[in-house]
């Protein structure tokens, strides 16, 4: 039986996601948050029904009070459902799903205790909404949250087992009635960033993993390179102490410990600085990371929806906080931090193919006759051009004749996740090209540390001795950075 995750409204770190999300945790409210949440849905419905002054959504400009209210709801959702473009995997919609919850769980977003127990009942049974990539833009991400939210209420589409299907038919399976919304909850399913907060968290959980792996294989190139740990030598950032950098720099070190190539003389100057440049490069995707981080997970365990209850304060606000230029700049950000991180692993790979320092040319033996990893290495080029365009900033602002000034928050986080896929394939690129770089150095070793690596990773990828197809060691490699303990 999968272990249960209580929903209770506290912080959510990126830690646990991940826990939850490997783990294949189900989902269960905490006592307390249903509490929260049945005393904010009552609360509010009495102040919509004995109105003191309207109440708005920002996102919309609609008025929480309507004579019908059923339709009222159906209507924003149906009418705000008109995302195009690719179907988010369903791990994300997953995951959108579990950040919706959270949200809702404060108690303050006025909705129903079963709307948010049927998104559980999606969660656990792995009924996934169907959601579209494009079409969010404003104030939050109405769009696909629309998507996510329609099957509450037996419209859309949801993926189940492998099917796509009308989602009354799902509900019909289950037995499970259409929830029928009351006053004021399509606006608060309709508000938020739960779209943005998905692909940034997923982004994140992988670009911590690929930093950790930038640095095993940077230093696996460093030793095949015959290059020097001068640079990183802890006297020389001790002065210059920004943290990713000195922790790239140990990194190295402990990494390299024992290398039988890296205690012998070298016999040229300085590395390239692909390789000298590590603990600075590195270092700041590090630090970049971590800034980010802590911002997504900021996002993520607050309220972001209109309208918000204030049970003890006695008031319903609108607040504008779903909008998303917290995220979008931060995005941007992750993802200029991690284009780098591939442009610098790119220069590691083309050093290695180069003929340099006693290596083959191409890194194959026979190079007339064998082209060897020459056109990996261009492959590698061309991801790292695609990563330049993709960092275009959708942060520099956005207009929209009703809602005024507006963020492309959905953009940022969407192409970032491609950065961050770009990045992980030029890095499996360089661990090919280490990897026979290495084996030209025998029967010189490496470190034990690199030693495994490099053979974990020839049970998965041989050495080419002649020319092969490259695309089916590529694919192997990048499987192997998913599935190695780094």
């Not at 709801?73 to 959270?102: S, W």
């Not at 929830?179 to 940034?200: I, P």
């Not at 499996?428 to 770089?437: G, P, T």
Request: charged share 20%.
């Amino acid at each position: 039986m999968p272990d249960v995750h209580y929903i209770s409204g506290k912080y959510l770190d990126l830690e646990t996601i991940g826990q939850i999300l490997r783990g294949q945790h189900t989902l269960a409210l905490s006592e307390e948050a249903e509490q929260r949440i049945v005393q904010g849905h009552t609360y509010l419905q009495l102040k919509i029904n004995a109105p003191e002054r309207p109440i708005y959504s920002t996102g919309t400009q609609t008025q929480t009070y309507q004579p019908d209210q059923e339709q009222l709801q159906r209507n924003l959702l149906l009418a705000h459902a008109c995302g195009v473009g690719m179907e988010v995997p369903q791990d994300m919609v997953k995951l959108m799903l579990l950040l919706k919850i959270q949200s809702l769980a404060h108690g303050h977003s006025g909705v129903q205790l079963k709307t948010v127990k049927r998104l559980i009942d999606f969660y656990n049974r792995e009924v996934y909404p169907v959601v579209y990539q494009q079409g969010s833009a404003g104030a939050g991400d109405a769009v696909p949250l629309a998507h996510l939210c329609l099957p509450l209420a037996g419209l859309g589409e949801v993926s189940f087992q492998g099917y796509k299907l009308a989602s009354e038919h799902v509900l019909e399976m289950f037995s499970w009635e259409p929830v029928t919304l009351n006053a004021g909850e399509g606006l608060a399913l309709l508000s938020g960033t739960q779209f943005t907060a998905t692909y940034g968290v997923l982004a994140l959980l992988d670009a911590q993993r690929l930093s950790r792996q930038a640095d095993m294989i940077g230093a696996l190139s460093l030793d095949a390179f015959d290059g020097s740990l001068e640079t990183f030598n802890a006297l020389i950032h001790r002065l210059h102490p920004h943290k990713g950098q000195r922790e790239t720099a140990a990194a190295v070190r402990q990494l390299l410990e024992g290398s039988e190539l890296m205690q012998r003389q070298k016999r040229h100057g300085l590395d390239p600085y692909s390789f000298q440049g590590m603990p600075q490069v590195h270092g700041a995707t590090k630090d970049a990371i971590t800034f980010t981080a802590g911002l997504v997970e900021t996002e993520i365990n607050t309220v972001t929806g209109d309208p918000i209850v204030f049970q003890e304060e006695d008031t319903v606000l609108s607040g504008g906080i779903s909008h998303g230029q917290p995220l979008e700049l931060a995005l941007d950000f992750l993802a200029t931090a991690l284009a780098n991180l591939g442009g610098i692993s790119e220069r590691r790979s083309c050093q290695l193919v180069s003929g340099l320092r006693g290596l083959p040319e191409f890194l194959v033996a026979e190079p007339g006759i064998n082209t060897g990893f020459l056109a990996s290495q261009s492959t590698a080029a061309a991801i790292v051009s695609q990563n330049r365009q993709l960092c275009t900033p959708a942060s520099t602002g956005s207009f929209n004749a009703r809602e005024d000034y507006i963020c492309m928050g959905a953009n940022a986080a969407t192409k970032l996740y491609q950065v961050v896929e770009n990045v992980e394939r030029v890095l499996a690129i360089e661990l090919l090209h280490a990897a026979q770089a290495l084996d030209f150095r025998r029967p010189l070793r490496s470190s034990p540390v690199l030693e495994k690596l490099v053979a974990a990773y020839r049970e998965k990828v041989p050495f080419m001795a002649t020319d092969r197809m490259l695309h089916h060691d590529v694919k192997a490699s990048i499987a192997f950075l998913r599935e190695y303990p780094f």
